[in-house]
């Protein structure tokens, strides 16, 4: 069967007036129907900006250079704008990163969204406002309350605002950016349990978008990990997060120790790479303690690996084991 969205060898960069910012280096991912998609890595990886050139959002000075979007076999980039924000809105919701925050604050958030349905459907007012209240029912807001404005909501509450707004056109596709950061733990629990349900229940896939890798453990079935702009691994959530074979992954991973219960986060030492030329060497070189000149000569390929099902990007997949901190011994 045909994937849903098929993103391949993507080069997005961004023109300032100092230099150029290659932001997305050759990311390919493919999201089948029906599954959930993590994309996850450290702030400034790119994910955003994936994103966004998916979305055709990408702001005035960025520009796709390369590869291809394809949104139920059809490509995207070939599209007028026109066709392609049809595509969009009938097909992929999106959930901006800070959504919650950007609602209108002069109008009441059942406006909002029924405005989002009047431009898209041909609907009468007053099954539009019936609609709203469905939604607000939907995400569990008080179907009451959808005469009152943003600012009369928690942030939780107005991340829910959002996510009524996402689903409003039953979607094929929701892509969510951080949806739950900011938010308290135990909030970030009961929306994310709040999308799943809805996204079963109107049978839509997602992508998930957070530097959280905890989430995504917690939601998805498959993940790419960014870093640089490039996917540095790739496959199932299983396999990836609990037997990583990268050490940007591993380093992840222990900074987020909740997924296999170390106890104390590590974060990796040193700071992102700089993306002002388009790397040629893996870009996590810097950071990384098993680091070669190889790898400063040579960005590895995303291969997939002997004897697993998922794909690394790493001169030394066999070392990146070394670095757990869990109880978990390495298979070997
Ligand atoms: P975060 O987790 O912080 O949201 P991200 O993974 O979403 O990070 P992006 O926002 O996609 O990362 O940014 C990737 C890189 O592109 C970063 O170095 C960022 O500074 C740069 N960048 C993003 N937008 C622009 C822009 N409009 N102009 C120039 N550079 C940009
Ligand atoms: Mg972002």
Known sequence: EQPLLEVDDLHVRYST????????????FSIDT??????????GSGKSTAAEAVLGLLPENGAIDRGEIRFKGENLLEL???????????????????????????????????Q???????????????R?????DMVGLDPDRTEEYPHEFSGGMRQRVTIAMALALEPDLIIADEPTTGLDAIVQDKILDTMLDIQ?????????????IGVIAETCAELSLLYGGKVMEQGSVDNVLINPTNPYTMGLKNSFPEIEGADN?????????????????????????????????????LTKLPNRTHRSACHHVEQAAQMRRDATKPET
């Open 17 to 28: 007036t100092d230099e150029d910012v290659y932001a997305v280096n050759g990311v390919s």
């Open 80 to 114: 007028s704008e026109a066709e392609r924000r049809d595509v969009l809105w009938e097909e992929i919701a999106y959930i901006p990163q800070s959504a919650m925050d950007s609602l209108d604050p002069v109008m009441t958030t059942g406006d909002q969204i029924r």
């Open 200 to 212: 079963t229940q109107i049978d839509s896939s997602l992508l998930l978008i957070t530097h959280e």
């Open 116 to 130: 989002a349905i009047e431009k898209h459907r041909n609907i009468s007012e007053a099954n539009a406002r019936e």
């Open 265 to 301: 986060p590590v974060s990796i030492p040193g700071s992102p790479p700089n993306l002002s030329r388009a790397p040629s060497a893996c870009a996590f070189t810097d950071r990384c303690p098993f680091s070669t000149e190889d790898c400063e000569q040579s960005h590895p390929d």
């Open 132 to 136: 709203v209240r469905e939604l607000f």
């Open 34 to 43: 029906g599954i959930n998609y993590g994309l996850a890595g450290e702030s």
